[in-house]
Structures are given as C-alpha cells and as structure tokens.
C-alpha cells in the first residue's frame, strides 16, 4: 500500500517521526541551535492544549502569574548547596549591550558586563519560591496555589524537536502548604489532573505512577509521573509532579506562623507538562500518512476543501463551502463549537495536505457534490477501505451535518481505543528474574515495549546498582503504578519478598 | 475625603502610580534587576487582554505561531548594516554552563563559551524575516500571515512597572505581502484593531495616526501608532503598527516569484501591544482609591463577600453566596458568562481589598441581607455619594441579578465616557505659533494635556530641529491624527503653509 510519507514507523521511527513533523508544518528548525520554530499547525495544538490545561488548573483552585524569565546566578548558589544533583547546563546572560567591533561585526560590550550574570530559566522555583517567602507570613497566607505558562531553556547537546529542544514552552505550577499532608494531595491532586488530560483531551493513555528515588526532581520528596507508550514500544514521561517537602522551602526562606504561633516551614509542590506532549501526541496517534490529531485538540476539526478549478463556478462552490463551515460552526463537541475551516487557498494536492496534518473530517465539494447534495468525506482515523483503496464517501451534506459532532466524538474514542489496546498488548507481565527481563528485551523486535516486574525498592548504594545493570541493557524504571496490583512476588533484582511492582522499557 | 490610598493622583501622580500597582496586587518587583513579577490580578487582566485581541488578530487571519527566544549575534550585524538607529541595549547570552568556583559560588564555565553569542530577543524581525525567506517562494505563498505572543527583553536603565520593564510581555504580528498597498493597508488595518480593542475593551480612548519620521521603528517606511491620555495629561503610546516596506526583505532576502515569472523583494509589516497598556488602564481608570478596572477586562467582574464571623451561621452564609455566583455565571454580559468571584479565603477588610483592586461591583452579604433578601451593593465607578460617604446601598437579590449585565455595561461605559471627556477637554486647539506653545506648556498646571498644532511636516535635519526645540520643552510629537481635519495655516516651528496636523505633549 502506498503511503503518504515517504518512510514507514516500521522502517525507520525515528525518521518518520521527523517525517511526520515536516510533512505535517508542525514545526522546523530555526537556524538556531536547538531552538525550533512552532508552525500555526503545530502551535495551533499547543493553544488547544493550553486553553484545555488551563482550565483545568484554574478549576483546581491555582491562579495565573509570571515571573521573570532571568535569574540571578546567586538564586543557584543556595540551591546548588542544599539540592544533589543540581544540573548545569544553562544559557548565561553576561552583558547588556552589543557594539561594533569595527570590523563590520558585533560584539558583547565588554563595558556592560553584569556584576552578577542572570540564567536564562530552566524551571522557576528559586525564582518562585523566593517571591512565595515574601507572600507567606502566616498559615493564613496559605496554601500558595499559582502556576505559570512559559518558555524556559535547558542547553541540550542533542536535540529532537517537541522531545528535547533546549527552549521549550510549558507550563509550570508551584504551590506552598501549611502541612506535608496537604502537599501531597496537592501533588497527586496535579497528577490526576494531567492523567484525566491526556487520556481525555489527548486521547493517549498514560500510567500514573512514583518515579523511582534515583529518577526523582532534584530535591523532591518524591516524584509521580504520568507516563505514555509511543508506537515504537519506549515510554515517553509526559507530565511531572513532585513533592518538594520542606527541602526548597528551607532554601528559600518560606516560614509561616502556624495557628499556635509558631514558625514552621512551608511544604511545597511543584508540577509541570510542556510541548514534548505533542511529540508524544505523535508517536502514538501518528501513521504511515502523517498526523492524526485528536478531535478535541486539532485545530480544525473539519477541514473542508472546495475543489476549485479557475472556473466561473468556483465562487459558488466557495459560497456554498463556506455555507457549510458556518452550519458546522453552530453545532458543538464537546461543549464547544465544532471548528471548522474552509481551504480555499492553496492551489494543489489540499487533499493530502490534510490527511498529513491529520485533520479529523476532510470534505471535499466540487460541483458535482453540489448539484447531488452530497459532500465527498474522508475520516482521518479510516483512511482506506479494506481493498487499501482511500475510504472517501459521498454523504449527503444533510446527514454529514447531522452526523458530524457524533463522528468526531467517534474519531476521538477510536484514537484513545486503538492506543489503550496498543498499551495493554505491549506491557508484559510474568517475568520474575532478571534473565526473564534481558531475554524479553533482547528477544528482538523492534518495539519490545514494557515489562511490569516486582521488586524490593532498594534505595541508595542497592538502587543505584539496579539503575546500573539497566542501564547496560538501555532501559530505565518508569514508574510505580498507582494502580498496580500489590505485589506477591519476589523481587526481579535481587530474590528478595518484593514490595511493590515497577514498569520498566527503553524511553526518550 | 479620606481615601484608599495614602497618596493622590494630585499631589504626586507618579507615586501614586506605584501605589496603585502595589495596592491593587498588580505586581511587584522580583528582586531581578528590571524584571516584575506579575501576580495574579495583573496577569488575570493580561490574560483577558489577550484572548480578546488574540480573537481580533484571528478574525483578521493571522495565525500563531512560536519562534526562539534567542537570536544569533550574526542575526543583528545584518540588521545593523540596513538599519539606522539600529538598538543595541540587549541580554547577551555567552555560556551555556555554570561551575563552581571553588569557593562556594558558581561562575560562568569558561569552556562552555558560545562560538556565536546569543541575544534574547528584543523583537522578532530578524528571526522571523528569516523563517518568511524560506516559506515564501511564489506569489501564491503570500500573504503570510503570523502572530506570536511572547516575552520580549529590552536592557532598560530606568525602569517602571508595566511601562517600561527590561523583560516584557507582548504579541508582536508580523506579515509578508506581494504589493506595497496590500502591506500598507494591513498596517493599517491592524492600528484599526487596535484602536477599536483599547476603546471598546480597556475604554482608553486613544487618538490613531502617524508617528512623525524621527520617531520611525528603525527601518520602518511608516509608523503608526495609537496615543492614549492618561491623567497627568501625559501621553501613552499604547500599540503601534509598522510598514515596513522592502527594507526588511532585503536584509532578510524574503524574495517571490510574481506571476510574470519575475522575482521580486515582498513587502513586509509588523505591529505589537505589550503589557504597558496595563499601564495605560491604571493611568486613565485609576483613582484615589486604587484601580478601577472596566468589566470587559476585568478578571471578576462581580465579588461576593461574604460577612463572615466565624459563628455556626458562616457556612449557610458560604452557600447563600456560591448560589449567588451560580446563579450570576449562568448570565452573560458582553457575549461571554458573567464572571463572579466568592471571596471567603481572606479573613478581613476584604471590602476595600477589592475596592482597591477596582472589582466593577462588590457585593457583601450577610446574614441580615440573607434574612432581607437583599445584597448590599457597592458600584467601583461610583463609590462615594454626594455627602462623600461609601455609597453602598441595599439592592434586592433578585433585582440586582436582573440588572447584573446591564450594570457592567454601563459601568464599562461610564469608564470610556469619563475617559473620552477628559482626552477631549484636554487636547488644545488654535494655538498658531512656537511661543504659543512654549506658553501653553509654561502656564503651569500639572496636567497640560496635549496641543494639537499645523506644521509644514518637514523632513531630515529640518525635523531635527524641531525635535530639538520641542525636547527643551520635554516635548515631543505623538502623532498626525488620522481623524484630524485638513490643515488650512501655517506651520508653528516655520510659518510657513501647514500640510496636516500634528498632536504634542509630554509622554511616558
Ligand atoms: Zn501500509
Ligand atoms: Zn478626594
């Protein structure tokens, strides 16, 4: 069967994953290192993504700020003294001004050098923790509940765009509690909230669960994860949420009188998803012929293109297209007005422009189709007949109007069904030592997803030793689910009586 | 009369200024030289400012889109070369890692250097003229049409909140065309947009027209902006829309085929509104008791308070007041829900808590209202009667939830209409010549306002002078009113035949 991308998820995934974001105008490389450029396709996901989050956050009680996007070196001296693994990679602001070197080039001003350079954000808990310290002064001031959406930059020598870019749009949310129970609420509270997201908005099932202790935040208490299968088998963390206990409040100075007068110290969260979901939306809704965005996040929802022919007929054919658009527009899914497009622009091939950006509903109307009553519809989610013949229809336009909100309710609840039942297939169970595990994932095939085995949760020196043997065979812990069943086993690592059941695979 | 702040606009207008943000919980310093942190209020009022004109800038065709924030030095030495007046105040980025010095701080890593320093962007010509280059090919890729919203850093030596800050948030539209017409009338287009957005919207009526040629945006053929009065009669330049001519395309080499086969430079535009129209909104609605914010843009437009007094009959008062606001957000004013707040969090003084942060209409509740049937009903446009006490006055619950809507849109006009007075009362005609002016300016008062004055509309070093002896007044030309009537004098810098009319004033 030929395909619309000139490379298959079988041949190569990792070049069809570039395929499908060049194919699709989601994105490309700006010129500058590791910074991508977000395409109106791709950006217009982001706005779906962010309205829906946003939503969600703010009906959860947290409020909207922003905080500057510089922050001052010293900030990461007091972190760097009280968090292990603090992490160095950061762009650093040094001057101020750019003069002409009088050579026909610029360059930084050696006259404006900063006394004190600022570090381009990485994440914005010194900088939010310290403005939490001047709010907080008594348990009346709490809890602390805001969030923010932002760009922040991590230098990353190896980038992939949406996976690993060294900017990146997220939103991150941060909060401050008067006692440690009420903080981990919070924490699973997030966690919830961006597993019911992705599972409902973007239609990719995920697991939620606690990161081991060698995968935590540096200086979390713990860290929960909600994490994706992408259709090579690895796992992709989609979203985090950590429990910061005391540890950055003490840092950052974040004291409050309790009821009986005393100081205590604030217990804090922090937790945050970010573009890398549409890498994520990619590799496990996209195929051989592009993008296939779920409904409740495309864009456009139908995408209707008027098969123009530089005719005299072509104005009415736009009439009657656009008509159509605003009959769609006045309909609603999901509680919100379906949204419709009508491409009259560009000139050729409309068709499989949009079958790889992965619009739900492509109709096409050409005179024909008027003068029958008919609309020509393609479901992105269907895209060939059982002969691999493209599964275009003609519907008359009444019944398509009629059906259209029910049919991409049905698009959104295929794309999370096929992904659901490709999760499922792919997490292996019944593997109880670590030769069980080293022959699954060494047993060949390319996309040997996750196995789900029991184990002691050793911490420390033992742990580090586990996340070593791993490691050799390129695979990480991912999780403990929440949901799991408890265990009854023996640990894979070590024989001992198991505590618990992990999910382990390769990931990005 | 004793009021809400400590400080009038009358006695020192900028402190006052201050007071308002700090008062109203707008912002605060972040402890990063020139950067704020926006708090939830303020960032609530940014977050209605971009929906609404993120609508308008998509009604118009635009699309989002996300570039980098950092932009290769090389980026600046082309600009440099085309441009005159070409800015160099920007954050330099230099490094990409900290170590530790050994001493307990941490310093830039000297072998992470950048080869190419990185600026954070100021604006987004250079990077985005660059993507314009290779999307546009033929002239059926044109238009191109973008918008992106996103923090922009200018080094500023002198700052102040909203008005001028090093790290600001904006969107900045940026299009390419295949005519001059067609771009000239995009530039204007989006000054109508804006226009209409900051009547309609922030009520800040403000005056549209063309900046004179010494107040160009580098590069720039036209610039046009809109000029708001605040009410120390001082302007502000509220948005601004640029016509860029071929200067950008030809530095950026955005180059098409037109439809005889030939290649052609297009026609660029790009226009921006930031985060100083809050300014604008504290300056012209603001007064002696804080902010007063018009319901478009206001987060809440109603806030419950309920009287509580830690008794047994809080929780019934709690309910009685989340019905209210049930009942409120089923309504719509202005084409979207009503947005009602129950504040039940702070624990006192939660009247003029809001009173400060300018909430159109207060309700409190209590449990006499309750057993009355009524709430006590406090108008933020209205505040004080004639004998100069708070004028809050006992309303029936039904009837208020009846007037809900039509109050906030005559609290929303009775702001633009109190604003409009005063820009017209104080913009001065029939003023002939320089020593008019200077006399106009001398006369004291505060509060001169704006003259509008004919000139001969010189150029080059005949303008420069003009520029010269208006900046010894402090003075400076906002712009040539769209709307003004034809000239029919003689220019007051020369004497000589006036060609328009031109507005000047002292500015922010
Ligand atoms: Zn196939
Ligand atoms: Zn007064």
Redesign the interface.
Known sequence: MKHALNITREQDFAAWYQAVISEADLA?E????G??????WG??I??RIQKLLDAEIKATGH???????????SY??KE??HVEGFA?????????????DGN??????PE?KLEE????RPTSET?IG??FA?WVQSW?DLPVL?NQW??V?R?EMRTRMFLRT??F?WQEGHTAHASADEAREETLKMLEVYRRFSEECLAVPVVAGEKPENERFPGAVATYSIEAMMQDGKALQAGTSHFLGTNFAKAQNIRFQNSAGEQELANTTSWGVSTRMIGGVIMVHGDDDGLRVPPVIAPYQVVIVPMLRDTDEDAAILDHCKALALELKALSAFGEPIRALVDGK??KAKRWTWVKKGAPLIVEIGPRDISAGNVSLIRRDRLYDANGKLAGAAVSRGDFVAQAAALLVEIQDALHGEATARLHANIVRGVTDFAGLEQHFARGGKFPGWVEVQWSRPTGAGLEAVAERLKKLKLTIRNTPLAAAPADGTCVFSGEPAVERILIGRSY
Do not use: Q
């Open positions: 490309e700006s010129g500058v290192r910074c991508m450029v977000i395409r109106p950006y217009g982001w706005e409020e909207n700020c922003y905080f500057p996007i510089f922050i001052p070196l990461f001296e760097a003294e160095k990679e950061m762009a650093v602001v040094t001057h101020h001004r750019l003069k002409a026909g080039k610029l360059v930084p001003d404006s350079p600022l570090v381009v900088v310290t403005a001047r009346r805001i932002a760009n930059v230098w060294s900017e749009l560009s000139a």
